[in-house]
């Protein structure tokens, strides 16, 4: 009987019948196998792979300029000039700022431009707006100089 048997017969199989010997007749009961699977991982030794490392990129902080605005000389004489005008044509055509007609004189003089220009500084610095909004906030501009105009 070959000893390698159970090398090539896979668990669980009956081994094949056992050779006689030369020359007599001795039979032999098969050997039973008991033993259970058992399943091992295949060890390797090849080193570990190294990991792909990507570092972020170096943080350099970017300094941005912006123009300010609100220290525009042509946006501020725009938008003096544009409330001068709507203030000059609702005292003349509008009947809630008739009352107002005594400051005319003084908006149409040489003063105009430099009482209606305070007025917007104020409104702007207090308001915490900005010159260029002040066209989108006219209504509450104007409110505001109307304000400004009866407490003088």
Not at 11 to 39: I, L
Not at 91 to 120: A, E, P, R, T, V
Request: no cysteine.
């Amino acid at each position: 009987m070959s000893e390698d048997w159970r090398a090539t017969t896979p668990f669980g199989t009956t081994p094949p019948p056992p050779v006689p010997p030369p020359g007599g007749s001795t039979v032999t009961a098969p050997p039973t196998v008991t033993a259970t699977p058992t399943v091992t991982a295949p060890t390797t030794t090849a080193a570990p792979q190294p990991r792909l490392y990507f570092p972020p990129p170096p943080f350099i902080p970017t300094i941005r300029q912006y123009q300010d605005v609100n220290r525009d000389e042509n946006l501020q004489y725009s938008v003096t000039i544009y409330f001068l005008d709507r203030v000059i044509d609702n005292i003349k055509y509008n009947q809630s700022w008739k009352k107002y007609k005594k400051f005319k004189k003084y908006l149409k003089g040489s003063d105009g431009y430099n009482i209606m220009h305070k007025l917007l500084r104020l409104f702007v610095k207090r308001g915490n707006t900005n010159w260029f909004d002040l066209k989108s906030q006219r209504e509450l501009v104007e409110d505001y100089i109307k304000y400004k105009l009866k407490n003088i």
